[in-house]
């Protein structure tokens, strides 16, 4: 029987003082945070201010690198040269490894944001330039992504340690994708709903899609920071799996 399961934020997008104190009260119901490198939100000033509240809490903290589109918040498809997003993924990586140095700290793990996690868990280009940055940059990195996809595959072959990731606030379909979020219902707004999700995620390694349970095991479930429900999803969440005896807890925990 699971004994923990690790729970993770977006975060760091924060761009003034009241979404940065709504970030400080989702810290303190997560394991991992993945924090945005200011391509898709954010600014420097504020994802270090989360960054040091993170480290103080002693959760485990990864980089969320996107296409560069603030305009988009990182959720639109863009094409770009293997080598160009190359540099870009090493900026946005510099950038938090730089602040995390400050600490004795490094970065864990690698989770792509938006229209680029989407594009790399398909394979291709962008999932051939994540893994020639993570090979080349740090091999024992992990990266987080969508279990039984194309880009899970080429990381186990390259020996990338992959965790495999649910979602606590998102609608799946029949073939274990995410409903777009074109569609209305594929954001939970309400904290039940998350927390049946979860459960089912954390305790049987399944995920409801149309009415249907789907066999997916997970090692990290994950809420988005900037679903307007997060704050009342989180500690749901947390009391849930308190009840049911299951710890929050990165695999990655020094």
Known sequence: ?????????????????????????????????????????????????????????????????????KGGFGRRPMKLPKSDLTDILALQYGMLASMLTHHNREVKFIKPHGALYHSIMNGGSDAEALISFILEENPSLSVVGQPGTFFEEMANREGIRFLREGFADRAYNMDGTLVPRSNVRAVFSEAEDAVIQTMLLAKDGKVRAEGVNLNMKVDTICVHGDNDAALEILPAMSEALKKAAIEIKSPLID
Not at 6 to 12: K, Y
Not at 21 to 43: P, Q, V
């Open 1 to 69: 029987m699971r004994t923990y399961i690790d729970i993770n934020c977006d975060l760091g997008e924060c761009n003034n003082e009241e979404q940065f104190e709504r970030e400080l009260n989702l810290l303190k119901y997560i394991s991992s945070a993945n924090m945005c490198c200011g391509f898709h939100s954010g600014s420097a000033a504020f994802i270090s201010k989360v960054v040091d509240e993170a480290v103080a809490l002693n959760i485990v903290v990864g980089a969320h690198p996107s296409y560069p589109d």
